[in-house]
C-alpha cells in the first residue's frame, strides 16, 4: 500500500497508552506517554490540512418534526422598507460569495427552495447575524425587514430617507437602497445586525404599524409582528446549517454556530416560512404563547 510522502514522518505512531503505576488503581504515570502524545498531535493536523475540515450537519426544514415545538410569539419591534419599482441588480451571488464548503458562488443564481432562480433583477444584501447573501426582487412587492429596531434607530432610519428622497422609499434608487441598508448597520446604532427579504403582503396579513412612529406611507416604518401569530420552536445543536425558504421561496442557508440555535416555523397563511434564531435574539424577542417569559434550553430539542 502505498503512502502519502508526509505520512512517512508518522510511520509507528500509536496513541499514547498511559502506564498504571504499581500499588495504586488510581494513580497514572503519563511521562512515557509525552513523545507519542506529541507525535499523534501532529499527525492529527496533518491530516486536517490534508483532508479539509469535518463536513457541518445540514438540516432542513423537512428534516424537523414541527409538531414538537413549543408554541411562540414574537414581540420584536422591526423596520420594514419597501423595494421600490426600479430597473435593480441581477440577483446572484456576488463576487467572493462561498458555500459552506468553501467553494466559489460567484455568479450563480439566488434560488428558491426549489432550486429556482428567484428573478432576474431586484438587490442583493448581505445579512450580518446569519452571515448569508440574500435577494429581493424589485418588482414593487418586495420588502426588507430590520429586526429589532428600537424607535431612536427607526427614526434616524426615516431620516436618512428624507435626505435621500423627501421622505418616499419609492423613490430611492439601487444605490440609495443600498446605501440605506448600510447606514442601518453601521450609523445608527443599531447592535446586532439582522435583515432579511419578505413582501408587502407578508407585512399586510402579519405585522401592525406602531402608533407612534407611523409613517403614512404602507408597509413603510417601525412594526410589530401579530401577536396571535403562533410560531413553532425547537432547539438545534451546533455546528450545524439551517437550510430552509424564507419570504417569496428563497433558500436561505443560515449558519447554527457551536453554541446552537433556535429553529422557527412561521405561518404564512396556507403555507410556512422558516428561520434560525440566535439564543440570544430568541430570548430577547420571543415569549410563549401565554406570556410567560421563554427560557431557551427549556425548549423541545431538534433530534437528528
Request: aromatic share 6%; with cysteine.
Amino acid at each position: 500500500m502505498q503512502i502519502h510522502p508526509q505520512l512517512s514522518q508518522f510511520r509507528g505512531t500509536t496513541l499514547p497508552r498511559p502506564a498504571i503505576q504499581s500499588g495504586s488503581k488510581d494513580s497514572v504515570d503519563l511521562s512515557g506517554a509525552q513523545g507519542n502524545l506529541e507525535q499523534t498531535k501532529g499527525l492529527g493536523s496533518f491530516l486536517t490540512r490534508l483532508c479539509g475540515t469535518p463536513p457541518v450537519a445540514v438540516i432542513t426544514a423537512q428534516d424537523v418534526n414541527w409538531d414538537k415545538g413549543a408554541e411562540v410569539v414574537s414581540n420584536a419591534q422591526k423596520f420594514v422598507i419597501p423595494v421600490p419599482q426600479f430597473e435593480g441588480e441581477a440577483l446572484v451571488y456576488p463576487e467572493g460569495a462561498k458555500d459552506k464548503d468553501g467553494k466559489s458562488i460567484a455568479g450563480n443564481p439566488i434560488v428558491d427552495w426549489q432550486g429556482q432562480p428567484i428573478g432576474e433583477k431586484g438587490v442583493v444584501f448581505f445579512n450580518p447575524k446569519d452571515q448569508a447573501w440574500q435577494a429581493v426582487k424589485s418588482d414593487g412587492q418586495g420588502v426588507v425587514i430590520l429586526n429589532q429596531v428600537t424607535e431612536p434607530q427607526g427614526q434616524k432610519l426615516i431620516a436618512k430617507i428624507k435626505d435621500l428622497t423627501g421622505g418616499d422609499p419609492s423613490l430611492l434608487s439601487l444605490d440609495q437602497f443600498k446605501d440605506v441598508l448600510s447606514f442601518a448597520s453601521s450609523e445608527v446604532g443599531w447592535e446586532k445586525p439582522d435583515m432579511y427579504n419578505s413582501d408587502r403582503d407578508f407585512i399586510k396579513k402579519k405585522m401592525n404599524a406602531l402608533e407612534a412612529s407611523d409613517t403614512g406611507i404602507p408597509q413603510f416604518g417601525l412594526f410589530r409582528r401579530d401577536d396571535r401569530d403562533v410560531c413553532k420552536a425547537l432547539l438545534a445543536e451546533g455546528p450545524a446549517e439551517f437550510q430552509a425558504p424564507t419570504s417569496g421561496g428563497v433558500m436561505v442557508k443560515q449558519p447554527i454556530g457551536e453554541e446552537g440555535g433556535v429553529l422557527v416555523r412561521q405561518p404564512d397563511g396556507k403555507a410556512f416560512l422558516f428561520r434560525k434564531i440566535d439564543i440570544e435574539a430568541m430570548q430577547e424577542t420571543y415569549t410563549h404563547k401565554d406570556g410567560r417569559k421563554l427560557t431557551v434550553s427549556e425548549l423541545p430539542k431538534h433530534e437528528a
